[in-house]
């Protein structure tokens, strides 16, 4: 069965300390997706992505966040700058269709740690 | 803005007790609604969902039933078993068209002891 595949499932990185965390969507899905979780708290929303560019993004997406689909197969998220308040777990997810009544495919989630 | 408040974690039952995981949305309009489970070393997977008031979704015994009146929707089941052990998630879609992201709730970790 097709599935989201996220890389690295666990990094650990020194404050300030540029992190790239990898996704490989499911291939014939148009639709991607970032979230994440810190300990304890909600899985937020943090951008959604559809043909090569950002179609909406979450107040926690600044400008030290970029996403990009660099090879048509992986979809990245970066952290230019990582803050301690970056440590959380990321998922990446994918989608067939527009988020309506749609449903998302899942990662199993990549967990930064900022120290 | 849209939230979800869902049921405090952990949750412990014996194989075969009845579940209820609780939950409740805060949305204008009539947001679409979802349950989404995540099993040991896997991504969260959708198990359920309700597109408008008094639709039950169901799925593997689990069912939940869009409640307007109360803004709720509440995962249930019958008998659970051993490899019901997940954490779940409630969420919601605003009714937007244009909106592209689930709200979630922090998510309900359940442990079924056998």
Same mark, same amino acid.
């Given at each position: 069965e097709p599935e989201v595949t996220q890389t690295p499932s666990h990094q650990v990185t020194q404050m300030g300390q540029e992190v790239i965390l990898r996704c490989v969507p499911? /291939?014939?899905?148009l639709y991607f997706y970032w979230y994440r979780q810190i300990l304890g708290q909600k899985v937020e929303f943090l951008v959604s992505f559809y043909n090569n560019e950002i179609s909406e993004k979450s107040?926690?997406?600044?400008?030290?966040f970029s996403v990009e689909?660099?090879?048509? /197969?992986n979809f990245t998220l970066k952290i230019r700058s990582t803050k301690l308040e970056d440590s959380a777990m990321y998922f990446c997810a994918s989608s067939?269709?527009?988020?309506?009544?749609g449903e998302l495919f899942f990662g199993e989630g990549s967990r930064l740690t900022v120290l | 803005g849209d939230s979800v408040t869902q049921m405090e974690g952990p949750v412990t039952l014996s194989e075969e007790a009845f579940l209820t995981i609780n939950c409740t949305y805060t949305a204008t309009g009539y947001p679409s609604l979802f349950w989404y489970v995540q099993y040991p070393g896997e991504g969260l997977q959708l198990l359920l969902k309700a597109t408008k008031a008094d639709d039950k979704g169901s799925n593997k015994g689990f069912e939940a039933t869009y409640r307007k009146e109360t803004t709720s929707f509440h995962l249930e089941k019958g008998s659970v078993q051993v490899s019901d052990s997940a954490v779940y998630f409630c969420a919601l879609k605003a009714a937007n068209f244009g909106n592209e992201k689930l709200t979630f709730g922090t998510g309900t970790r359940l442990t079924i002891i056998p």
């Open positions: 499911i /291939s014939n899905h107040e926690i997406f600044d400008d030290q689909r660099p090879d048509g /197969s067939e269709a527009k988020l309506l009544t | -």
